[in-house]
């Protein structure tokens, strides 16, 4: 069964093959274990292979790593410390081709006898032996391969608990007298990775603390003692108790905090350094926490550039779980971060300069390809770093190659931006507040359209709703298609595109001028632009990326219901919205539920007449943003449809 985030394959048109998410976003979910679901995303026929990536302490899959990266265990588990969230780890292998399956199923017998303490088990998916059959699962446990029946269902992440690691680190070097650069690069470059081995031994050490400021709570990083501590008893007792109260459990009567309860909370820790000092009394847990970052280290006095950086690590866990679950996994994917920290510092110095601008820095993205949040750290410049459009747009020119290497890593297409700057979900906040509030993606939380056994195909990706009477600029009764033809720029700007200022109304009329389409008493008038002047729009406005438009002209509006396969395949190839207009009026078509057998169709409808404020609830329960029947259109009137093509870029 193959289920995905916008349904856009149903379960009759399943593959019968294993594939990566190259082609289309989708989510398979597979059920490792009876009791439990695990997540993959897979999406094309391509041979390929690698290695499954999950949790075996949520016993499920959450994402993999292609061979064609690395075949490395060393260096797959290395990225996947950094990229995925802490804890993720090896916990299976996949295969298009019988041969490399069964070569994979080999190296996981190999690896759980070479530890026979391990209790692990391994999850194998690998095509059939006959050329129709399905995907064939199998469980390595003990060295041993045994087949495994699978369900597949859609999994919710929203009943874990987001945890992150925060804390300061800094490198710096010194000058080496009258050397040649050469020379001085050489001792630069000992004298870092002679810093990254010393946050190594400052990360092992055993009086480290976690801190959640918010909470008012202390977490050893090593106390085996506090095992039985779960989440859920954080986030219930909070600031109210400390870590020895913890120590003596709940009373007797008291019942455990129920894991619902906490679902969607968030805890951030940062380190500090705890030192023990002999006990004044009987609870020997006590210690003297030193406040402040304790990743420091001791700086030469002719110290002439320093680096100073930020550790940001990302986990999720069930709150029943354990502290130590996840504090010892932290703490390891906090070192393969400072490890890249390095890594990038002296590849900036290799350019020739010790003053080149290059702050390595972690960004999170949340792509809807992929089943949870990956993490990856690029060498900015310091204008990057500050939220300067204009050095983010340089920064993700230049890191290309960078990104390609990323997509490839984690089988995702090569054809649309995922990680670029500004797509990261920490990216800091601007100074001040924008000056118009706009609900973005409004049809997120709409109800299903009603039509039985429809697919629905729906715009990827975020785009803002422009209506008329917003930025106190009154449009009302001729602005209509200029405010199609801004949600639709959203889209490009929102899903990484380009990073620009969406124009007015004047700035629209401008272009239309300087491009000879109208003429120049069309500036500050109140007419009117059409679906072709929107396509047009696009290229003028976003040259760089080169849009091409499709178009669907002189359509009755009793015949749009007929375009139905057109629409659904626009919006499973494409993606972006579609621009329609006729009868004096334009509106933006945002998706199709389509039953491909009986023809039904309804249209999900962008209304850039609303006139009211920014209430939700208002725009959905009145229909300004809702599912909409073929009568929708004016069955006498004609149409015209303008059908933005995504471009091709990382």
Not at 394 to 411: F, I, P
Not at 475 to 491: E, K, L, P, T
């Amino acid at each position: 069964t193959c289920v995905c985030h916008n349904r856009l394959c149903s379960p009759r048109n399943a593959p019968p093959y294993l594939t990566i998410p190259v082609l289309i976003p989708q989510s398979i979910m597979v059920g490792w274990k009876c009791d439990k679901k695990v997540v993959i995303s897979l999406a094309t026929t391509a041979s390929a292979s690698g290695w499954l990536v999950g949790s075996h302490a949520h016993k499920n899959i959450s994402g993999l790593h292609c061979d064609e990266c690395s075949d490395r265990l060393d260096d797959i588990c290395s990225f996947i410390a950094r990229t995925y969230p802490a804890g993720c780890e090896i916990v299976g292998a996949f295969a298009t081709e019988i041969s490399v399956g069964q070569e994979k199923c080999a190296k996981l017998q190999s690896l759980c006898a070479a530890d026979e303490a391990t209790n692990e088990s391994f999850v194998v998916c690998q095509k059939g032996d006959s050329k129709d059959s399905g995907l064939e699962f199998s469980e390595v446990v003990k060295g041993e391969a045994k087949e495994l029946k699978v369900d597949t269902e859609q999994l919710s992440f929203d009943q874990l608990v987001d945890i992150s690691l925060v804390f300061p680190v800094s490198f710096s070097i010194v000058t080496c007298g009258t050397e040649d650069y050469d020379t001085n690069f050489s001792k630069w470059r000992k004298n870092i990775r002679t810093q990254v081995q010393q946050y190594e031994r400052i990360l092992q050490d055993t009086n480290l603390v976690l801190l959640c400021p918010e909470l008012g709570v202390l977490v050893s990083a090593t106390d085996t003692r506090r095992d039985g501590i779960k989440c859920s008893e954080i986030l219930s007792r909070g600031a109210s108790r400390n870590v020895s109260t913890w120590n003596k459990g709940n009373k007797k009567g008291n019942s455990q905090p129920s894991s619902e309860n906490f679902a969607g909370r968030a805890m951030k820790f940062t380190l500090l350094h705890a030192h023990p000092e002999p006990p004044a009394s009987a609870d020997a847990s006590s210690s003297v926490v030193r406040e402040g970052p304790c990743l420091s280290l001791h700086r030469d006095a002719g110290s002439e550039r320093v680096w100073r950086l930020e550790v940001d690590v990302l986990s999720q866990m069930d709150p029943g779980q354990p502290l130590k679950t996840f504090t010892t996994s932290l703490l390891r994917s906090a070192y393969a971060q400072i490890q890249v920290f390095g890594k990038q510092i002296e590849d900036a110095l290799k350019k020739g300069s010790m003053e080149v601008d290059c702050v390595p820095t972690v960004l999170h993205f949340r792509p809807l390809q992929c089943c949870n949040t990956i993490s990856t750290i690029y060498p900015l410049s310091s204008g990057s770093v500050q939220g300067d459009a204009v050095a983010i747009a340089a920064d993700d020119a230049a890191l290309v190659e960078v990104r390609t290497a990323l997509h490839k890593c984690l089988g995702l297409a090569l054809d649309r931006p995922i990680f670029r700057t500004s797509l990261r979900t920490n990216a800091p906040q601007p100074s001040e507040p924008p000056k118009q509030i706009r609900l973005r993606n409004p049809h997120a939380t709409l109800k299903s359209s009603g039509v039985v056994d429809g697919v629905e195909y729906i715009t990827h990706g975020s785009y803002d709703y422009y209506h008329y009477m917003q930025d106190k600029f009154d449009d009302n009764g001729w602005g209509c298609a200029y405010r199609s033809f801004q949600s639709i720029a959203s889209w490009f700007v929102l899903n990484g595109y380009q990073q620009i200022d969406i124009p007015g109304h004047v700035d629209i009329q401008k272009m239309c001028v300087k491009n000879d389409c109208r003429g120049k008493d069309f500036v500050g008038s109140k007419q009117w632009i059409g679906s072709m002047e929107v396509g047009w729009l696009l290229q003028w406005y976003f040259p760089e990326l080169d849009i091409m438009n499709k178009y669907m002209t002189s359509i009755l509006g009793e015949d749009i219901a007929s375009k139905g396969r057109e629409l659904a395949l626009h919006f499973k190839e494409q993606g972006t919205p579609v621009m329609i207009g006729g009868n004096n009026l334009a509106h933006t078509i945002l998706g199709v539920d389509f039953n491909e057998h009986t023809g039904d169709i309804k249209f999900l409808v962008l209304d850039p007449h609303y006139t009211g404020g920014e209430n939700l609830k208002t725009i959905q329960d009145k229909g300004w943003c809702a599912w909409k029947d073929p009568k929708f259109w004016k069955a006498n009137v004609t149409y015209n449809l303008c059908f933005p093509q995504r471009p091709h870029v990382l």
